[in-house]
């Protein structure tokens, strides 16, 4: 540490969350998604909160996600980090410009909210507000862009600095930034080049979409390697563990970019016990995925199962979870 | 071109409630070609306003209904409603109406109700977008006049119209086989055109930097847009 800053020790951390501490000790982190609820109702989120609370490292709060109305993100992050579970606050650019990002990115960091998840946000004709005009001001790269130059030259987008007057010191917001990654959308081979586009914006770390078809993961993840993708950013595996087979024939037929090979859906279809298959399918593909070159953790996104995470995580063997380092 | 349908009968019939005699007013360029607002649409228009079904004829407040019903219509087609100039041929038909139903795009339909300050003028059409025409009656949007035109770019497919979020750097995880999510059966993901065209051309390291924020200011920042060139103005 550098003498002569007083009290002021520089971390070696961009943000000093959890999550970022976990991944620079090189722990094989996971995360989990907790969605907010569709009416002012405060029990909801304890409710999950108490199910992922020391299950998990960090929790993604989605923002609206599938375009459908909840509590905003920022919200349910405090909320949940309230009931001791570190939030993942994840930002679209479809409700925002970048006025209102900036506003809620400061806001967010001052209520202790230290990873961001930025994202471009599914179309809003998917949800119960289709005639709605959206925004995308900024798409998801220049989104990662702006939150690292706050973070890191201590700038807005508009090239002023972050803070109150001239002579007032800067203040900036310091956010683990990370970034969503979906190997199976097309053109296939471009989506490295956009991994690592959103890289040089300045993600820290990726959360894939979830991930079925794992030879085209695999795939994936080898273009990510020949490029040392993986030595420049973290990339946790996107995990949703299948309830029915109805779930899963239809995130095959009706989600663009999900993969989901027809083995899978006889497992759960032959199975007595189909929600028992899905958590055991899933359990395997973490013993699989931890096993793999340059996957740092996993992002398990059990969709309205989050009572189950905790379960898939001790079954997978990765219970308890570490201790982040000081 | 700028391309344009006809609104509902019903819309348009409502707009002339309690008028009796009316311009039906064609516009000869895009909405000609898109045969939307032409000389022959204007023929159509006026006799279904005047035989279809007793509609427009309704008096107005405190007028006695003399004319058994009939709302009368006068057609002209004129250049172009987005030139006033070419409104001065007419400009004696039109004053002797009581009002003007202009089948222009949004542009002539503003111009008109400018030149004739105590006419109303209603729309006949719904302004939909400038694009081409794709096959015989198809058209789909191309350009939305954003003002800082990126083609050259991105290889002569623009992302701001052809993405259903308008990314610059695109495409997002909804893409496949060539399709948006937004609708898979009818809407190409215009960042794999971008992505196919910039390939064909040995261009893609154009993809690699990152595309930096817009400017949308040029595109919508209150008010109309306005240009001003100093070589043309006339002193």
Redesign the interface.
């Known amino acids: 540490m550098l003498a002569g800053f007083g009290m002021m020790t520089e971390s070696i951390y961009k943000s000093g969350s959890n999550l970022e501490k976990l991944l620079a000790a090189g722990q094989f982190v996971v995360t989990a998604e907790l969605g907010p609820p569709k009416s002012a109702d405060l029990e909801m989120i304890k409710t999950k909160s108490g199910y992922l609370r020391g299950q998990v490292d960090a929790v993604n709060i989605t923002d609206n996600q599938t375009a459908i109305v909840r509590v905003s993100s920022l919200a349910a992050a405090r909320l949940a980090l309230e009931q001791g579970v570190e939030p993942v606050m994840q930002m679209t650019?479809?409700d925002r410009n970048?006025l209102a990002m900036q506003a809620d990115i400061l806001g967010a960091y001052l209520l202790g909210i230290r990873n961001l998840v930025c994202l471009?946000?599914?179309?809003q004709?998917f949800g119960n507000h289709p005639t709605a005009r959206?925004v995308?001001?900024?798409?998801?790269?220049?989104l990662i862009?702006?939150v690292r130059d706050m973070r890191d030259r201590k700038i807005f987008?508009c090239g002023e600095e972050i803070k109150n007057s001239a002579k007032a010191e800067a203040k900036e917001p310091r956010m683990f930034i990370g970034a969503?990654a979906?190997p199976?959308?097309?053109?296939f081979e471009?989506r490295v080049?956009?991994l690592?586009?959103k890289i040089?914006?300045g993600a820290d770390f990726i959360q894939t979409?979830c991930i079925y078809d794992m030879d085209r993961f695999k795939r994936w993840m080898d273009m990510v390697r020949a490029r040392g993708l993986h030595q420049r950013c973290k990339i946790l595996a996107g995990l949703t563990p299948i309830k029915t087979a109805g779930m899963a024939r239809y995130m095959r037929d009706k989600v663009?970019?999900i993969s989901l090979p027809q083995a899978l859906i006889d497992r759960i279809e032959q199975s007595k016990e189909p929600k028992t298959e899905g958590i055991r399918i899933c359990v395997e593909q973490i013993q699989e995925l931890r096993n793999m070159e340059g996957v740092a953790g996993i992002h398990l996104m059990a969709i309205e199962w989050e009572h189950k995470v905790g379960e898939i995580i001790g079954l997978a063997g990765l219970l308890p979870r570490p201790t982040p380092p000081e | 071109m700028i391309v344009a349908e006809q609104k509902q009968i019903d819309e348009i019939k409502g707009y002339l409630a309690g008028h009796r005699r009316v311009l039906v007013l064609g516009c000869g360029t895009c909405v000609t070609v898109c045969l939307a607002g032409g000389e022959r649409e204007v023929a159509t228009l006026a006799s279904v306003l005047r035989l279809g079904g007793g509609l427009a004829c309704v008096p107005a407040p405190g007028v006695r209904d003399s004319g058994e019903g009939k709302l009368e219509t006068l057609e002209n087609t004129i250049e172009r409603q987005c030139d006033a100039e070419f409104f001065d041929p007419i400009r004696r038909q039109a004053e002797s109406c009581d009002a003007i139903l202009s089948l222009a795009c949004g542009v002539g339909v503003q111009l008109a109700a400018r030149l004739f300050p105590n006419k109303p003028v209603y729309p006949a059409l719904n302004t939909k977008f400038m694009g081409t025409n794709e096959a015989g009656g198809k058209w789909q949007e191309n350009c939305l006049a954003c003002g800082d035109c990126k083609l050259g770019v991105f290889g002569g497919v623009c992302p701001v119209t052809r993405c259903?979020?308008?990314?610059?750097?695109?495409?997002?995880?909804?893409?496949?086989?060539?399709m948006c999510?937004?609708d898979?059966e009818r809407i190409e993901?215009g960042w794999?055109l971008i992505?196919?065209r910039l390939k064909a051309l040995g261009k893609l390291e154009t993809?690699?930097?990152?595309?930096?924020?817009?400017d949308?200011s040029k595109t919508h920042s209150g008010g109309p847009r306005r240009l001003s060139r100093e070589d043309v103005v006339q002193g």
């Open positions: 650019c479809r970048r471009s946000g599914d179309h004709c959206h995308y001001d900024l798409d998801s790269i220049q862009q702006m987008a969503a979906n199976f959308a097309d053109p471009f080049i956009r690592e586009k040089a914006a979409q663009a970019g | 259903s979020k308008s990314l610059s750097n695109g495409p997002c995880g909804g893409s496949e086989e060539g999510e937004v898979p993901c794999q992505y196919d993809l690699l930097a990152a595309a930096p924020p817009r949308w």
